[in-house]
């Protein structure tokens, strides 16, 4: 099917054009002016005082997650949907082994549960654990084109590592030339004081927060940093949240070392007062790491505006009502989470374009364009360029509103 956006105002990454777009058979075949459809069948949009965007992506969601809790409240065909109604065209989502399960069994589940995905679906694969062939599984993966592997400093009774096993896992995804994301907190500390405020009764919300203070996550990502040196790694740090992380990393840049830093909307937005509301407003945004201060937002629209910073995912895993109540007297029950994947692209739109805070372009990059180089998807994806793939949003400029999306593939590919 032929596609011919006319009067499109083209906003990528490092540039601005006013063109028509053709798109036939998922991908652009041509951009200029005036262009003409050779099917009587093709469908024709006009563009006319729009924005038009490739489609976004988001590396870092968490579709149909099982937890103690039950399944986060989105599964892949409905969290596909609402990315689609916010003009996400891609996601990243995460492949996690069970205690002695293989990574390549663990994916072949993984990508039966997300084949009723409506977008481009990829995948982190977290390895938990370090066995004898481990380095085989996670050179398998690479060279079946999972190349980022996702390890986690907290959670230390299910799936974190230990520095011991962190280092192994550096070491031998460097050496087959993939890249480590990690989520920094200090477990151990952390899994101290959860239980120390429970014993002293102090059992709502807030004290989620409480119980992962900032220079916890700073000190890991400190720490992750080092270990990455010793290993060689490149690594990618999700969700960062507070500014004193944000000091280290900027440093490990400034010498030169591969660090990636990512940030959610949710840590632009909002701030820890919030844990003061109601019970359902308050457990709503336990999410981990925890919201922090509004100093702690100031440095972020900073690091993205500096290039510290350099993708937005939403690390989206909603919750039913009834999920979040299960923590009603204990914090540590309540499933973190929240929603994001819909409201990502706008959201930041509005807070940073229409508020002066990023450029149009600095735009693209952060929400498409810096995350298809990190995880080699560009070319093919985070560009509207000849030969990329037709993943297309079209935008009210004075909201940031998406007006449609055009998506290349409507039954989603995967790697």
């Known amino acids: 099917m032929e596609i011919l956006i006319k009067n499109a105002n083209i906003i990528n990454a490092d540039s601005t054009n006013s063109a028509d777009i053709l798109c036939k058979n998922g991908k652009i075949l041509e951009i200029g002016k005036e262009l003409k459809v050779q099917s009587k069948k093709a469908k024709i949009i006009d563009a006319e005082g729009k924005y038009v965007f490739p489609g976004g992506i988001d590396p870092h969601v968490h579709m149909h997650l099982p937890t103690p ?8 065909e409905s969290g596909s949907k609402a990315a689609l109604k916010g003009g996400t065209t891609t996601i990243i989502d995460f492949v996690t082994p069970k205690k002695g399960q293989s990574l390549q069994d663990a994916i072949k589940e993984r990508q039966e549960e997300a084949r009723n995905s409506l ?39 299910s799936i974190g590592l230990d520095d011991d096993v ?24 952390i899994e ?22 900032a220079k916890w996550e700073a000190q890991a990502v400190k720490r992750a940093i080092e270990l990455a040196t010793q290993a060689d790694c490149p690594i990618y740090i999700v969700h960062v949240s507070a500014k004193e992380s944000l000091v280290y990393i900027a440093a490990a840049q400034d010498k030169g070392q591969q660090v990636i830093a990512e940030t959610c909307p949710q840590y632009l937005l909002y701030d820890d007062s919030i844990y003061e509301e109601d019970f359902e407003t308050a ?11 509004k100093e702690d937002q100031e440095a972020l629209w900073a690091a993205i505006k500096s290039g510290v910073v350099s993708t937005i995912g939403t690390d989206h895993c909603p919750f039913t009502k009834e999920q979040k109540a299960l923590g009603k007297d204990d914090f540590r029950k309540i499933p973190n ?6 409201q990502r692209l706008n959201l930041i739109y509005k807070h940073g374009v229409l508020e002066n805070r990023i450029t149009l372009q600095e735009y693209v990059a952060i929400t498409s ?47």
């Open 283 to 293: 457990a709503n945004f336990i999410m981990s790491p925890p919201l922090r201060k």
């Open 166 to 189: 962190l280092l192994k896992v550096m070491k031998a995804v460097a050496k087959h030339g993939g890249m480590v994301t990690l989520h920094c907190e200090m477990g151990d500390k």
């Open 369 to 415: 364009t810096n995350a298809a180089k990190t995880f080699g998807l560009f070319p093919q994806k985070g560009q509207i360029a000849i030969g990329s793939d037709a993943d297309i949003r079209v935008v009210n400029p004075q909201s940031g509103s998406t007006t449609l999306t055009l998506k290349a593939n409507p039954l989603g590919t995967r790697i």
């Open 119 to 157: 977008i481009d679906c990829y995948f982190h694969v977290s390895p938990i654990e370090w066995r004898d062939s481990m380095e085989q599984e996670i050179a398998q993966c690479i060279k079946d084109g999972y190349k980022s592997f996702k390890v986690y400093m907290a959670y230390k009774d």
């Open 337 to 342: 989470g929240t929603r994001g994947v819909e």
């Open 69 to 76: 809790a039950g399944y986060s409240a989105d599964d892949f």
């Open 192 to 213: 101290e004081a959860r239980n120390r405020l429970y014993a002293e009764n102090k059992r709502s919300p807030k004290y989620h927060a409480i119980s992962r203070p």
